[in-house]
Structure formats: structure tokens, C-alpha cells
């Protein structure tokens, strides 16, 4: 017997490849999307700062927008800088 | 008698001279006022009137008329009538019991014909001014003439007139029926069939008599009415007559027949009767027309306003009571019917109308609710009926009862039953939903509903509609429930109708998603036209901050489309020996945004996994950071099975299926656990999902669980035997899990927060509870609104748990120990 495969529809979900569920600003899923946005992936990306900390980039802008004087993470307090 | 006597007293006490005199004049009073014929103005009565009163006797005669009237009527003319009537009795035909009541009625004219003439004769007297001869009051006398005739007459009357009376009405319509009615029978009814029957008084035809009954029917009003007897023996039997005739025909014509309206019909019909009526009360109406009856101020004879008809009041109030027999048979009828009547809705339409306008002149919608309940409860409410079948008429009867009643009253009260009836039903939802997108065998109602929906009327129903004019404000009818809701809350939009049913459209939507999530799991292309309608127009009805989850959900199957179309073309960029083995393409999810799907281990077989495994890689480098994880059982594969003896081409199977023909590929025998182990499926599911296969003639199970593949179609017979013998339960799973178990899920996250909010405040009551969560658990996607009754079940649940503490009312949790 042989068994020849036209096509394999299958079925699978994304998901960022981060070391949390959650966006530690918002207490969102990552996999879904910022307060903000309506829809999740492209247009409500994930950033990563060199502290290996990961947010939705709307939020980590909203926060680093309303610090002051220094821009810090705010999972670990270091020097917020983003991860190239 | 005693008037008697006085007057021989005051006779005596007058002197003896003129005694003689007295006595001669009253002589010839009272045998002028007797005698048949009827005295000339003569002068010797003249004298003897004045005579008398002079005497003062004048106003005695009156009363000596009535006497001797009485007198006679109980001695001779009562007996005598009611021994004609009854004397023959069984030898007769109608027609000749028709001609007994006739000469009895004339007999008893004729007996007491002297006393009316002499009534009237005293009566002309006194208006010729001849002295008062009638006692006191004008017209008195011959009012208290004819009620001795009839208090003596009917006073213990014998069944056997009423029944006479009936017969020949009976007959007199039936002929007069026929008569009139010729023109338009004329048609259905021709001479011939009936065998020489006259169709009209029901004798061969030589004998008819149809016309001496109309002759007779004439004499008899005549004769009633003149003794003013009319309305004392006809009433009770036209009555009658009328409403089994009325019955009867509705009976023959209108019953089970919903399709046509039945009013103007019988508006025709009942003129028709009404000329009958006509006849019988013939001269009543004459005299009512010529001149009213003293004494009682009758409506002034003004022409009758409907054309054609002699006007009088008496036909006048038999038209109405007609009409009122006739709209309370009706609507007695339709109630009957009712059920079906909703049931065949759309077509029945007239037969609503109908019923609206007759309801409206009858007081009869307390019945009509009471009936119409317990016909839904006994004929639609039991588990014998699919739910569809429910949602179908109930939608048929949402439409039919708001024809009916437009302020919806009867509506809403008739469908409590269904309402409550179906929230106890499990796949109400799905139901509801599968109609709304068009899958329902039964109800495409709910989807042409839904495309037609105007969102206006449905936002008008937020608003407190204050551009309505208050002078058009109508009340409630008085057996409307009363509730906060209000008239302009009690809609008659069919869908937010059967979404309220279960008071919050969450469950609904969630349902929905549920729906939409299968649609689109099982579809093949990417072609999601449809599904985008249907979103757009729930969006519509539901807000587009509802159906946000469902758009996003269709942003994904048009990503998906566009990644696959990307990394097939990269594919095709590759040389021809890195050509992957399998094509496969993917429909990738944002999980947070579709509905749980069903998690199910599977191990698919090397070659699809590398082929996932490329695509994943392709997709890592196509979307920087973010992975796929597969879900091997979801989705289709098309196959060609290749047999040394035939081939299968363009099976379209599930992931599973695929798998298992893909192990029997490398190896032509497995034993179920093998295959298990190897698939990393449960036996059970994989005994089932074999079947297909077997179905096929491709595997063949043999003793031992051991399956082995059909490699030559000989034994084609042996094999048509196996797929009888297996039977198919392979229907389409859902992919989706069910909403009890999310259901379930969501009251497990609940927990997590009632025991926070306890151990912080150590005792809350239920409706602390509720609203805190309420509060709380305000967001996200799978957080539906939460009934409080739902959650007090949850609680007790935890206290029969031993995991929660209730007293008075007040929860908290067990003291750790």
C-alpha cells in the first residue's frame, strides 16, 4: 500500500518566545495583546531590554515615557535599555 | 271580583229608581265592547256610557274586561291551546306539526280576539273623550292585558311548544336559506344529486312545501306579535337556532383552514340570516316602525343606517347580538386551534388577523392565554421535541402573537413556559447560534432575521425614546405582568429575544465563538466570506466590543493565508531535491483569542513532523521571535491511497486517520496497542477511528485486535459485508470544548479569587461576593457575566466540599489547622 499525501492542512498557534506569560506592566498575556490594541502580533509587538526583562512595547514606552529622571526597568530597577 | 261586587254595592247605595236603568246600560256596554263585529256609534251606547258615567261606573269597565278575560284565559283558552298544541303528537310529519302550532296560535287569536277588540274600543272611547273607561294611566290597560295573556299563557308552558317552535324556525331557515342563497349555492348544490330532495325543507321535491312554510312562517310573526307573544316564544329558539348555525357553519368551513380570512364570508352570510330575521320579526318591525309602542320610549324609527335593511330596533340588536355570537364562536374556535395556527405561522396570517379583530369584541384573552400555555406544555414542552423544533415555533409564535397583540402582553406571557423550558436545554445555544449562521436544517428564519435586522429599532430600545409623543402613549393591557421592564422594554425582535433567554448574550457570544471556531477549523480554504458577513452583522445586534475575539479570529485565517502563501514561495525557490516531502500548510492561531480548543495527544509520523518542523523554522524567520506549537490533531489531510488492486484518490480524512494509514504504509499488520504506543493515543479512541478505515475496505480487523490492510479487493463482498456490520460513528467532533466544561473552568478561576477576597476579609455574604467578583473579574475574554444563583450553587458545592464554611448567611473559609 501506498499512501500519497496531497495536503496536510494543520493547525497551530504562535507565541512570543519570552521567558514569561505575562507582561509584567500590564498583567496582559503576552500572546494576546496590550490594554490598548486590538490585535495581538504584529501590531502589539513584544521588546526586550538588555535586563532580559520582555514587554508589549506599547506599555514599556507608556512607562518609560512617564519616568522622570532615569530610565529604568521596572522588573529590576537597572538602566532600561533595549536589547538590539 | 271584587270590582264586581263595589260596583254592585255602589248600585244599591245609587237609590232602587234608577237601579234599573244602571243595569240596562251596563248590559249594553259590556255586549257592545264583546260583541265580534263592532257597534256603529249607535245612540243608545252613547247614552249608556254616559249613563255609567255619570254613576261613576265608567272606570270599571276596564277592569271588568280584564277580569273577565282572566276568567276565560284560565278556564277554557289556556287548556285548550296546550291541548291542541300536544293532541296529535307522534302520527304527525314536521309539516303537519308545523300546522298544529299554526292553528293553535290561530285559535288562540281567535279566542281572544273579542277581548283586544274590546280593549281598543274602550281605548278609542276614552280618547274620543267619552269619559274616563280605562282606569287610571293611558295605554295601561292593554298593558296589563297582555301580561295576563302571557303570565297565564306561559305560565307552566310545556316543552313541546319550545320544541314546535324550534323545528319549524329551524325549517322557515332552512328554506328561507335556501331561497336567498341560490345564487351563490346554486353551484354546489344543483337539483339533481339530491334525488328529487328539496334542499329546502328536505321533502321530495312534488311535495315541497317550502313556500306554505314561508307563508306560514309570515302568519305565525303576524299572530305573535299581534298577542305580543313575539318575543317570548321566538327569542329563546332563534337564539338558539342562530348559534348552532353559526357553530355549524364555522365548523364546516373554517376549522384546520388558516389561509384565508373568514370575516368578510360570513359578514355576507350574517346579512343574509339577518333577512330571515327580518321575516320573523317581520311585524314587530313594522309596528316598531309605525308606531312606537306607547309607554316604552323605543329608539326613534329612523331609517336603518345599513342599506337595504328595514330598519328597526329589534333587527338592530339582533345584528348585534349576531355579530357578538359570531365573534365569540370564532374566537373559542381559533383558541382551540391556536398551537397550530402559530405553527403554521406565516401562512396563517389571516386566520390571526381574524382572531385579532373578533379578541378585540370579546373578552376572552385571559382564556386565550390560559389555553395557549398549556398547549405549548403539552404539546411542545417535553423531551420528545428536538430543540430546534422548540426555537422554530417559538419563533413562529413570537411572530404570529405580535401580529395578534401588538403590545406584546400575550407574548410574553404565553412564552414564559417556552422560555423556561429551554433554558433547561443543553444545546439551546448551539441551536440558536447554528440558526443565526445559517446551519440549522429546521429555522433559516433566524438567519434571514439576523441579515435583516435594523439595528436602529434595536438601538432605539436603549434609548428612553424621548422623541415619542406622549399623547400617543397607550397603557398596558390590565393582564400585562407587571415588571420594571415596562411596555417599551417588551420587545418583539426576534433575536434579542431568543439571546435573552438566558438574560445575558456572553453565553451567547462565547457560544458563537465556540461555532465560529469549528467553522473555521474545518474549512479547507481560507474563504471566510461568509463567516465575515455573519461577524458584521452580529456587530450589528451585539456591539463591535463583543465580536472582537471573532474578528480577530478572522484576522488570523487571512494572516494564516498570507504566511502560507510566503513560505510556499520560499519553497518554491529551493532546489528540487530540498523540495519538502509533504505539502502542508497551516492555519495559525492567536490563542488567547480563540476559544479553548480540545487538547488531544497525538504523535504524527516522522515525515509530517519534519515537515512541521520546517514550516516552524520558516515561520521563526519570517516572524522574529515568535514560535508555532502545532496541534497535531486538529486540521485535514488529503490523501491518495494507492492498493495493488485499485486506488483511492482525494480522501479528505482528520490528522488522526491520516497517522494510522501512514504507520500501515511501512508495516501491513499492527495490534492496537502497537499502534497506541506509537501514536501516543488512547485504544479507545483509535478502535473508533479505525473504523473509517475498515469503512473504506482498506484495514481489516481479525481475531486478536490485530489489523492488517486489504491489499486486493477480491474479497469485495466480505468487505461490503464489514461495512455494514461497523457501524459509523464518525461524526464531525467539535473541536471546541463544550460550555459546561468552560463553564466549569471559569468558576475554578473564580475560586482562586473568592478565597483571596476571604482570607482578607475573612466573612462575606453572597452578594459581597457577587459584586466583588463582578468587580474583579470584570476583564478578559472568558469571564462571563456570572449569575448570582449560579454562584451560590458554586459555593454550597465548596461547602459540601468541606472547602468553605456558611453560617447565617455569611461564608468563610475553614480555619487551617
Redesign the interface.
Same mark, same amino acid.
Given at each position: 500500500m501506498k499512501v500519497k499525501i496531497r495536503q496536510w492542512n494543520g493547525v497551530a498557534s504562535w507565541l512570543w518566545v519570552a521567558n514569561d506569560e505575562n507582561c509584567g506592566i500590564c498583567r496582559m498575556p503576552f500572546n494576546g495583546c496590550c490594554p490598548d490594541c486590538k490585535v495581538p502580533g504584529d501590531d502589539c509587538p513584544l521588546v526586550w531590554g538588555q535586563c532580559s526583562h520582555c514587554f508589549h512595547m506599547h506599555c514599556i514606552l507608556k512607562w518609560l515615557n512617564s519616568q522622570q529622571v532615569q530610565q529604568q526597568c521596572p522588573m529590576c530597577r537597572q538602566e532600561w535599555k533595549f536589547k538590539e | 271580583m271584587e270590582d264586581i261586587g263595589m260596583e254592585e254595592d255602589s248600585a244599591e247605595i245609587s237609590g232602587s229608581a234608577q237601579k234599573q236603568g244602571v243595569a240596562d246600560a251596563w248590559e249594553t256596554v259590556t255586549n257592545a265592547l264583546m260583541s265580534p263585529g263592532g257597534p256603529g256609534p249607535e245612540q243608545g251606547l252613547w247614552d249608556s256610557l254616559a249613563l255609567l258615567s255619570g254613576e261613576g261606573l265608567g272606570r270599571l269597565l276596564g277592569g271588568w274586561l280584564l277580569e273577565t278575560l282572566q276568567m276565560r284565559l284560565s278556564s277554557a283558552v289556556v287548556p285548550e291551546f296546550w291541548a291542541e298544541l300536544q293532541q296529535p303528537e307522534n302520527e304527525l310529519e314536521e309539516r303537519g306539526r308545523a300546522w298544529v302550532l299554526l292553528t293553535a296560535f290561530q285559535t288562540l287569536l281567535g279566542r281572544l280576539e273579542p277581548f283586544l277588540g274590546g280593549l281598543e274600543r274602550l281605548e278609542s272611547w276614552q280618547d274620543e273623550g267619552r269619559g274616563s273607561v280605562c282606569g287610571p294611566g293611558p295605554g295601561g290597560l292593554q298593558e296589563r292585558a297582555f301580561t295576563i295573556i302571557r303570565a297565564l299563557l306561559l305560565f307552566s308552558p310545556s316543552p313541546v311548544l319550545q320544541e314546535r317552535v324550534l323545528e319549524f324556525y329551524s325549517r322557515t331557515f332552512s328554506v328561507y336559506m335556501h331561497q336567498e342563497g341560490q345564487a351563490e349555492d346554486s353551484a354546489e348544490a344543483p337539483e339533481g344529486p339530491e334525488g328529487g330532495v328539496c334542499p329546502g325543507c328536505g321533502v321530495p321535491t312534488q311535495q315541497c312545501w317550502c313556500k306554505e312554510a314561508l307563508e306560514q312562517l309570515k302568519e305565525l310573526s303576524h299572530i305573535l306579535s299581534k298577542l305580543q307573544l313575539l318575543e317570548w316564544v321566538s327569542c329563546e329558539a332563534v337564539t338558539s337556532i342562530l348559534h348552532k348555525l353559526i357553530e355549524q357553519r364555522m365548523e364546516q368551513h373554517c376549522r384546520g383552514e388558516y389561509e384565508r380570512s373568514f370575516l368578510l364570508e360570513f359578514q355576507t352570510w350574517l346579512e343574509l340570516v339577518l333577512g330571515w330575521l327580518s321575516k320573523v320579526f317581520a311585524s314587530e318591525a313594522e309596528k316598531d316602525g309605525l308606531l312606537p309602542a306607547p309607554g316604552a320610549p323605543s329608539v326613534p324609527s329612523t331609517p336603518c343606517l345599513q342599506a337595504g335593511q328595514p330598519g328597526s330596533s329589534v333587527l338592530k340588536q339582533w345584528r348585534c347580538h349576531m355579530h357578538q355570537f359570531f365573534c365569540r364562536i370564532y374566537v373559542n374556535m381559533r383558541i382551540e386551534e391556536l398551537f397550530s395556527i402559530i405553527r403554521d405561522f406565516p401562512e396563517s396570517k389571516a386566520a390571526i388577523e381574524d382572531l385579532k379583530f373578533c379578541l378585540e369584541r370579546t373578552n376572552q384573552r385571559q382564556q386565550l392565554l390560559t389555553s395557549l400555555k398549556s398547549a405549548f406544555e403539552s404539546r411542545l414542552l417535553h423531551p420528545g421535541v428536538h430543540t430546534s423544533d422548540i426555537l422554530t415555533v417559538y419563533i413562529s409564535a413570537i411572530k404570529a402573537l405580535r401580529e395578534l397583540d401588538p403590545s406584546m402582553v400575550i407574548l410574553q406571557v404565553a412564552c414564559q413556559p417556552i422560555r423556561k423550558y429551554l433554558r433547561t436545554r443543553e444545546d439551546t445555544v448551539r441551536q440558536i447560534v447554528a440558526g443565526l449562521t445559517g446551519d440549522a436544517e429546521g429555522c433559516t428564519d433566524l438567519a434571514s432575521e439576523l441579515s435583516r435586522g435594523d439595528p436602529v429599532t434595536l438601538e432605539m430600545q436603549d434609548s428612553d425614546e424621548e422623541g415619542a409623543d406622549p399623547e400617543d402613549w397607550t397603557p398596558d393591557p390590565t393582564d400585562a405582568v407587571p415588571d420594571k421592564m415596562g411596555s417599551k422594554r417588551r420587545s418583539s425582535d426576534i433575536i434579542s429575544l431568543l439571546v435573552s433567554i438566558y438574560g445575558s448574550k456572553d453565553i451567547f457570544i462565547d457560544e458563537y465563538r465556540a461555532v465560529l471556531a469549528d467553522r473555521l !477549523?474545518h474549512q479547507?480554504n481560507y474563504n471566510t466570506a461568509r463567516e465575515i458577513r455573519n461577524v458584521e452583522l452580529l456587530k450589528l445586534r451585539f456591539g463591535e466590543s463583543h465580536m472582537?475575539y471573532c +474578528?480577530?479570529m478572522l $484576522?488570523d485565517m487571512a @494572516?494564516s493565508r498570507r504566511i502560507n502563501s510566503n513560505i510556499r514561495e520560499e519553497e518554491s525557490r529551493l532546489s528540487e531535491e530540498e523540495q519538502p516531502p !509533504?505539502? #502542508?500548510?497551516?492555519?495559525?492561531?492567536?490563542? +488567547?483569542? &480563540?476559544p479553548p480548543l480540545k487538547e488531544e495527544k497525538l504523535e504524527l509520523p516522522p515525515v509530517?513532523c519534519q *515537515?512541521?518542523e520546517a514550516? /516552524?523554522h520558516r515561520?521563526e524567520k519570517l $516572524?522574529a521571535?515568535? /514560535? #508555532?506549537? &502545532?496541534? =497535531?490533531h !486538529?486540521?485535514?489531510? /488529503? #490523501? @491518495?491511497?494507492? #492498493?495493488e488492486d485499485r486506488t483511492l484518490t482525494?480522501l479528505t480524512v482528520s =490528522?488522526i486517520h *491520516?497517522a494510522i494509514?501512514?504507520h500501515?504504509?511501512d508495516k501491513?499488520s499492527w495490534t492496537l496497542e502497537e499502534l497506541s504506543v506509537k501514536l501516543g493515543a488512547p485504544k479507545e479512541l483509535l478502535h473508533r477511528k479505525l473504523a473509517l478505515w475498515q469503512q473504506h475496505g %482498506?484495514l481489516r480487523e481479525e481475531a486478536g485486535g490485530r489489523y492488517y %490492510?486489504v491489499?486486493t479487493g477480491s474479497s469485495k463482498e466480505k468487505m461490503d459485508r464489514g461495512v455494514m456490520l461497523i457501524d459509523s460513528d464518525e461524526e464531525r467532533d467539535s473541536n471546541t470544548t463544550t460550555q459546561s466544561e468552560q463553564r466549569e473552568e471559569k468558576l475554578q478561576l473564580f475560586w482562586a479569587y473568592i478565597q483571596a477576597m476571604l482570607t482578607n476579609l475573612d466573612s462575606m455574604t453572597l452578594d459581597r461576593i457577587h459584586s466583588m467578583l463582578r468587580m474583579f473579574v470584570a476583564t478578559g475574554p472568558v469571564v462571563t457575566e456570572m449569575d448570582i444563583n449560579e454562584l451560590e450553587g458554586f459555593l454550597q458545592r465548596k461547602v459540601r466540599e468541606h472547602q468553605l464554611l456558611v453560617s447565617a448567611g455569611v461564608y468563610r473559609l475553614p480555619k487551617a489547622n
Open positions: - | !477549523l479547507l472582537h +474578528e480577530v $484576522k @494572516d !509533504l505539502s #502542508l500548510s497551516s492555519i495559525i492561531l492567536s490563542s +488567547e483569542f &480563540w509530517v *515537515a512541521m514550516y /516552524t515561520y $516572524k521571535m515568535r /514560535t #508555532l506549537s &502545532w496541534k =497535531p !486538529l486540521g485535514s489531510v /488529503t #490523501l @491518495d491511497l494507492e #492498493l482525494n =490528522p *491520516a494509514i501512514l500501515f504504509q501491513s %482498506v %490492510v491489499e
